[in-house]
Structures are given as C-alpha cells and as structure tokens.
C-alpha cells in the first residue's frame, strides 16, 4: 500500500472548517483513500474513503486532486468533540487491511 | 445497532503473567481484528479472522500471544508470558462483508506490565 504523510498537529477554531490534508504520492490506480479518526480513549471510528471523485457524507467532504497524490478531508463547522487523532490511509483494493499511521492530531479550540 | 463489546476495560499485571482480553463483534460481521496500540502511534494489526478461520497473523508474536475465534463469533486474545513491551491499549473490531474496510472498533483494553 502507498504511503502517507499528515502534520502531525493542527488547530482549528470552533465553527471554522477544519482542512486536514494528506499527502499520497505513490499512490496507484487501484488505491483507495480512507479517513478514520481516533477520540481520546474511544477506538477509532471510519469517516469516509473515495477512490477518485470527491465524496461527502454527513460527517465530512473528502477532496482527492485530479493527479490523485493529496487529499483533504473537511469538517465544515468542526466542533470541540472533533478534537481528535484523523488517519489518513491508503489501501488498495486486494488489500485485506488498513495500515494506520501516525495521524494528524486535530484541537479544536473554543 | 450494539457496537463492538470488549472487556476487561483496564489490566494492570506483573512481567511473566498471562493475560486475555474478550472481544464481541456487531452481530453479523463475519471478519474480526485485534489491533496493538502503544501510546502515541497508530494502531498495528495483530491478527485477523474471517468467521472462525485467520486470514492474517503475519505480525502476531505468536511466541506470546495467541487468538482464537470459536464459533466465529466472539474471540480472545492472550498473551503468555507478558513482557513490559507489551503495555499497550489492545484495540478490536469488525466488519461485514459487503463493507469489509469500514471497520467498527471496541473501546479496547489497556494492559499495564509492570
């Protein structure tokens, strides 16, 4: 699976959209990019995953560039409970797992 | 819908004990995980079932740790004999088969070797 570069912080105001981008460049025709995030103390929960259109559902909007190397996902009025660790993964279709890495830790600040 | 059930919630043990953690999946998922997560990366996946068969177990110290999955329902995890290393939040989930990546996790177990 192609690997993925996050910051490993960010901030966002509350009721700001928050921009959580995620870097893919060897990613390959077949990859899928998901997003999952972590709470503190809670498992991690699925967000949302696209292989190369933009995809939107009622937690966020995820952006894949044409050339398929970055994506974004968006909170669009984040809140303090989105204060969390995002995982941004690439898996390709025959994989049989998600490899997470070390993600983005997002505070939302009042 | 219930979510992933686990327990105990916190274990503390000795170096050399043995330990289990108990793991039920959402009703219906045929394939089960237990991730290790030390504090500060990401989850690692340790071994995975589909229904009462392991898929993967590639990255499972099976010196120490072993898993089964009866039934194909619930499952435990053991470890035998622990290590300090092995202080770690031991994380499941699910999945069905129609949706196989869109994982469900449990609130996971933190283990502390002392």
């Known amino acids: 699976d192609a690997k993925t570069t996050q910051p490993p912080s960010m901030d966002c105001a509350e009721g700001r959209a928050a921009n959580l981008p995620c870097n893919h460049s060897?990613?390959?025709?077949?990859?899928?990019v998901y997003w999952y995030r972590q709470i503190h103390s809670q498992g991690p929960q699925y967000i949302i995953h696209?292989?190369?259109n933009n995809e939107t559902n009622e937690m966020a909007s995820l952006i894949i560039t044409e050339d398929r190397k970055s994506s974004t996902l968006i909170l669009p009025h984040a809140t303090l409970r989105d204060t969390a660790v995002y995982y941004c993964?690439?898996?390709?279709?025959?994989?049989?797992?998600?490899?997470f890495g070390s993600g983005t830790q997002l505070t939302v600040l009042p | 819908e219930a979510g992933v059930a686990q327990s105990p919630r916190y274990k503390i043990i000795e170096k050399r004990q043995s330990v289990a953690f108990w793991c039920n999946p959402i009703?219906?998922?045929?394939?089960l995980y237990w991730y290790q997560q030390i504090l500060g990366q990401g989850p690692k996946l340790l071994i995975q079932f589909q229904n009462n068969g392991v898929v993967d177990d590639s990255q499972l110290p099976k010196d120490r740790f072993s898993a089964e999955r009866l039934k194909g329902v619930d499952s435990t995890l053991k470890i035998q004999p622990a290590k300090l290393e092995d202080s770690a939040v031991y994380l499941c989930?699910?999945?069905?088969?129609?949706?196989?990546?869109?994982?469900?996790f449990g609130p996971g177990t933190r283990l502390t070797v002392t």
């Open positions: 060897t990613i390959s025709g077949n990859e899928y």
């Open positions: 993964i690439v898996r390709s279709g025959s994989a049989r797992q998600l490899t």
């Open positions: 009703s219906g998922h045929a394939t």
């Open positions: 696209g292989l190369k």
């Open positions: 989930a699910s999945s069905s088969t129609w949706t196989p990546y869109e994982q469900y």
